[in-house]
C-alpha cells in the first residue's frame, strides 16, 4: 500500500511547506499531496481559503496580491510556496497530488505541469490531479486526455465508483469514514486505483491495508512505514 504525505509530512512540519515536503522525502513517502488555490498569475500551495488558521493574518487568500502572500509565513516558520516551487523542489522524486481549491483550471495548470516534466525531471503518471469539484476534473480531462485524474469524494456513493470511472481518472480518493470493501471492490473492478485519506490511526492503517487499498493519505508517513513493516504478511 502507497505512503502520501497528506500537506506533505504535516505532523513533523507546517503543512504545505518545501520543509513538509522535504521531511515526506526523508521518510521515504511513495508520494506528497498537497492543496492548490490559483491567485494572479500563480498557483500558490495552500489549504485554506481564509489565511488565519494557517498565517494568523486576517481575510480570504484571494484578496490578497501574490506579493502580499509571499510575505506570510505558515505558522509563523515558513513560506507559502508556488506551485512551480514545490515542483522543482520535489524534482520527481516521488508521486505528487495536486488537490485542486478554488480553482480556475483555464489558468494554464496544465502549463505548469508540462514544465514540471521538462525541467524538473517528472514523469507524466507521477503527477496526479485531484479535486472535489468533479467539474473541473472534466474539463480538464477534456482539454488533456492524458493527464492522470483523482476523484476526491467524501461520500459513498449508491453507484461507488462509479462518478470517477465516468471521468475516466486513473483513481478514486475517498475519505477513511466512509470507504467500504464494497466500494475498494467496485473501484478496482473499474480498473480505478483506491487512496483512502486521512489515515493516521494504526488500526485504520492495517485495516485498509487488508481490504486492498492501494494507498492512504497520512500526516506521518514515517508512523505509517513502521506500522505497515511491523504488519503480518
Ligand atoms: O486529497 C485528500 C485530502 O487532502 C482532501 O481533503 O481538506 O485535506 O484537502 P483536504
Ligand atoms: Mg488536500
Not at 61 to 72: G, I, M, W
Not at 88 to 116: P, Q, S, W, Y
Not at 180 to 185: E, G, H, P, R, W
Request: aromatic fraction near 8%; include cysteine; proline fraction near 4%.
Amino acid at each position: 500500500m502507497l505512503i502520501l504525505a497528506h500537506r506533505g509530512a504535516s505532523f513533523e512540519a507546517p503543512e504545505n511547506t518545501l520543509s513538509a515536503f522535504g521531511r515526506a522525502l526523508d521518510a521515504g513517502a511513495d508520494g506528497i499531496e498537497l492543496d492548490i488555490y490559483p491567485l494572479q498569475d500563480e498557483w500558490i500551495v495552500f489549504h485554506d481559503r481564509y489565511l488565519t488558521r494557517l498565517t494568523a493574518h486576517p481575510g480570504r487568500l484571494q484578496d490578497l496580491t501574490l506579493a502580499q502572500v509571499r510575505k506570510l509565513k505558515v505558522f509563523g516558520q515558513q513560506p507559502v510556496p508556488t506551485l512551480d516551487e514545490a515542483l522543482a523542489f520535489i524534482a520527481g522524486r516521488c508521486l505528487v497530488n495536486i488537490e485542486l481549491k478554488g480553482a480556475d483550471i483555464t489558468r494554464g495548470l496544465t502549463r505548469h505541469l508540462r514544465h514540471a516534466v521538462t525541467a524538473h525531471g517528472f514523469r507524466n503518471e507521477q503527477l496526479l490531479v485531484s479535486s472535489f469539484n468533479h467539474h473541473w476534473l472534466k474539463q480538464l480531462k477534456d482539454d488533456h486526455p492524458a493527464q492522470y485524474l483523482g476523484a476526491l469524494t467524501t461520500a459513498c456513493p449508491l453507484d461507488y465508483a462509479a462518478f470517477a470511472a465516468q471521468l475516466n481518472a486513473w483513481s478514486v480518493h475517498i475519505d477513511v469514514d466512509f470507504v467500504t470493501q464494497a466500494f475498494v471492490d467496485d473501484a478496482h473492478q473499474r480498473g480505478l486505483k483506491v487512496f483512502v485519506f486521512t489515515v493516521d490511526e494504526p488500526e485504520d492503517i492495517l485495516e485498509l491495508d487488508a481490504m486492498g487499498v492501494d494507498g492512504i493519505f497520512c500526516n506521518h508517513p514515517a508512523a505509517a512505514r513502521n506500522i505497515l513493516k511491523g504488519r503480518p504478511m
